[in-house]
């Protein structure tokens, strides 16, 4: 079966401007996480989402929003673009329920660099 | 979740087992131990997990000790494409409130040679 699809794979955004990446989960799963890497603070979790709604959300400004739709289709949004949210996004998804299985399927990222 | 640390970097030759150390000295009763690897430029992907027994798949074997503080990821037959960043993650199956976070420190590369 299809993994997990992010879209766009790259792009170019100047600061200010806002941003939003789009995940498809492989089909099944209803959990959708959220990842930020960059090469000084390496990979952090930005929020986590299930049935729609937001289960755990990292320590990252309010500028960093997502949402999960009925199909388990994730956005995440990034207002007021500052240089440093340069990095590659990475969404993953899990068929986790109600137990967290820790295993979760990444997909190939969105890299976005802001000018 | 307990802190992991593993060492920077590690070379191995191509076809020969690579043995990946992790101590988690800290690790409470109810946490795993994950493996995950990131090869350039992709995601990161999922290699296995266990409690405290053994356990194998078709990528590779954990080995966790007695007293649960430390754990071996091991490669059996390396290859050029196991050139990854790999990360060691512990954290309990049920974290609040069930989410799937997973917190991961810096890793280990590893570096297959020919």
């Known amino acids: 079966k299809a993994g997990v699809t992010q879209t766009p794979r790259y792009l170019i955004k100047t600061r200010g401007q806002q941003v939003t990446l789009s995940c498809s989960p492989i089909?099944?799963?209803?959990?959708v996480s959220w990842y930020q890497q960059t090469p000084g603070q390496g990979l952090q979790f930005l929020f986590e989402y299930f049935s729609e709604t937001q289960r755990n959300k990292g320590n990252f400004p309010g500028r960093f929003s997502g949402r999960q739709f009925s199909n388990s289709r994730s956005e995440m949004n990034v207002s007021t673009l500052e240089l440093g949210d340069s990095a590659l996004y990475l969404c993953?998804?899990?068929?986790?329920?109600?137990?967290?299985?820790?295993?979760?399927?990444f997909g190939e990222g969105s890299r976005l660099t802001v000018l | 979740d307990a802190k992991t640390t593993q060492p920077t970097s590690m070379d191995c030759a191509e076809g020969r087992a690579a043995n990946l150390p992790c101590n988690h000295s800290t690790i409470s009763g109810n946490e795993y131990v994950y493996w995950y690897r990131q090869i350039h430029s992709q995601g990161p992907q999922y290699i296995i997990h266990g409690l405290k027994n053994n356990e194998t798949n078709e990528m590779a074997s954990l080995i966790i000790t007695e007293d649960r503080k430390s754990s071996t990821l091991i490669l059996p037959h390396a290859t050029l494409r196991d050139t990854a960043v790999y990360y060691c993650?512990?954290?309990?199956?049920?974290?609040?409130?069930?989410?799937?976070?997973?917190?991961f420190g810096k890793g280990m590369k590893l570096t297959v040679n020919p």
């Open positions: 089909s099944g799963h209803r959990s």
């Open positions: 993953a998804s899990s068929s986790s329920t109600g137990v967290a299985t820790g295993e979760l399927f």
């Open positions: 993650i512990v954290r309990a199956p049920y974290s609040q409130g069930g989410s799937e976070k997973l917190v």
